[in-house]
């Protein structure tokens, strides 16, 4: 199954992220970022499956968009980086990305998951 998918950590108060604003785009050489699904982390922080059914897993590039500021609203804090932008290269032979993103209100990494 050819899937994109993604995890969000609170680093700062060691646990999930839920309600996280996730989206989805993928590069076109002509029209620039193509938008291909939004959805919301659920309650471990996760998107299990962010690529629609209907889309099919190319190769080139992906970008995921993460509203961190809406998180930290959620949770009265105050973040540095309103948004997480992930861009990525799907490569031949590719079928499975999970992108975790380890969050705190004035920090992140990420890193390629399994």
Known sequence: ?????AHVLDT???????GVPVSLARKDASRGWIPLSSAY???????AQLLPSDEELTTGFYRLTF???T???TQ?????YPVVEI???VREGESHFHVPLLLSPHGYTTYRGS
């Not at 982390?41 to 998107?47: L, V």
């Not at 009265?76 to 540095?80: H, V």
Request: net charge positive; with cysteine; proline share 6%.
């Open 76 to 80: 009265k804090i105050g973040g540095l």
């Open 1 to 5: 199954m050819k899937k994109i998918s």
């Open 87 to 89: 861009t990525f290269e």
């Open 41 to 47: 982390t659920d309650q471990d922080g996760r998107c």
């Open 67 to 69: 509203d961190t500021a």
């Open 71 to 73: 998180y930290h609203a």
């Open 12 to 18: 700062a108060q060691g646990r999930p992220a839920p």
